[in-house]
Structures are given as structure tokens and as C-alpha cells.
């Protein structure tokens, strides 16, 4: 067993009975192809129980800063996490994210670059509509609808893939293909909140 699928058991068996998930909307996923998957950020537990959740196994762009933690930088690359550099154009994890894609594999990422204080939904950064507009994935939105709270209900919601043809066909920029995914995340926010 790799390190992934022995995270993957380990986290189901310490967070499902603390937060006892409600999964809405798995059947969404693409069961093949790339998948970029894009969430609402509003705990440092989203990465794990996103990874859990979803049907396939996720590559999350992590913050480079942790990368350099003596423990994590051992672990992360095992559990398929990648550096980004924060706060400037990356190439590297912009090239990484393409390739993992082009494999058809799933790449998870939290758009608003941080998380939320107060749970609601920021703007979203530009990185998510760069892979969304120059890879031919398919593009989910992820709610994780909170609080993380001991013994209640945390709800994780997989929305439809959103359609990107259109933006890819009229060059959008990236900043308006993210717009775009952040209005979709925020609708299943409000739907199921």
C-alpha cells in the first residue's frame, strides 16, 4: 500500500466519526481524463478531507514554505503534493500542474490562495483559470460547507463540471476563467449551505 492510500484510510478513520460527511454530488467527478478540482478554502483539514471525499486520487498545489519543514518535506511529495511559490508567477508549478493533467490525473486546488477567516468565499487568484484555459481538463467546483466542528455534520459538495469551451475558443484571460470557477463554488455554497 502506498503512502497515499494508507493518508487516505488514516484520515477516514480519525476525521469521518469527528465530522460525520455528508458527501453531495461524487457522481460529478469524471471517473477518467484530467480534473482540475477547485474548492472553497476555510480550515487547513480541507486538503485531507477534499483528498478523501473525491473519487479519484487528488495532486494538491501546496505553499512551497512547507515544503521545507523537515517532516513535510518528506511526506508531501508521497501523498502527491507539489510546491508553489506564493505571491508570483511560478513557472515550475505551472508546468508541474500542466503535465499532471495531461496524464489525466486530478489535480485539487484552493483558488483564494489562503483560507477564509470568516468562512466566506474570496477572489479568486489567476491560477486556476491558467490550467483550466490551457489544459483540456475538466474543470469541478468543490463547496466545503462547515463550520469543522466536533460531532457535526460538515457537508462537501462536488458540483457538475463547469463547461470551458466557450472561454477557451475566445482566448478569456485567466483572471475572468477564474471568476467563472468562483461563481460556480459560490453557487453550490448558497444551494446547500
Known amino acids: 500500500m ?21 458527501v453531495v454530488g461524487r457522481e460529478n467527478f469524471p ?17 485531507p478531507v477534499v483528498g478523501l471525499t473525491a473519487r479519484r486520487p487528488v495532486s494538491f498545489m501546496a505553499k512551497e514554505e512547507l515544503f521545507r519543514m523537515p517532516v513535510l518535506k518528506k511526506i508531501l511529495p508521497k501523498v502527491r503534493a507539489f510546491p ?5 508567477s511560478d513557472r515550475e508549478a505551472l508546468r508541474n500542474g500542466l503535465k499532471i493533467l495531461k ?18 468565499l474570496k477572489k479568486g487568484l489567476a491560477g486556476a483559470g491558467f490550467f483550466a484555459l490551457r489544459s483540456e481538463a475538466a474543470v ?3 463547496a466545503v460547507i462547515g463550520p469543522y466542528k466536533r ?10 463540471p463547469i ?4 472561454l477557451r475558443a ?6 475572468e476563467a477564474t471568476e467563472v470557477i468562483m461563481s460556480h463554488i459560490q453557487n453550490l455554497i448558497d444551494n446547500h449551505r
Open 31 to 47: 471517473k477518467e481524463g484530467g480534473v482540475l478540482l477547485c474548492a472553497n478554502h476555510i480550515s487547513l483539514l480541507d486538503p
Open 151 to 160: 460531532f457535526k455534520r460538515l457537508k462537501v459538495v462536488y458540483g457538475k
Open 140 to 142: 469541478v467546483p468543490c
Open 170 to 175: 475566445k482566448r478569456a484571460s485567466a483572471d
Open 163 to 166: 463547461p470551458m469551451e466557450e
Open 103 to 120: 496524464e489525466n490525473n486530478v489535480i485539487g486546488l484552493f483558488p483564494e490562495g489562503t483560507r477564509s477567516k470568516d468562512g466566506e
Open 84 to 88: 508553489v511559490k506564493r505571491g508570483m
Open 2 to 22: 502506498n503512502l497515499y492510500s494508507f493518508g487516505k484510510k488514516l484520515v477516514t478513520v480519525v476525521l469521518t466519526p469527528i465530522y460525520r460527511f455528508k
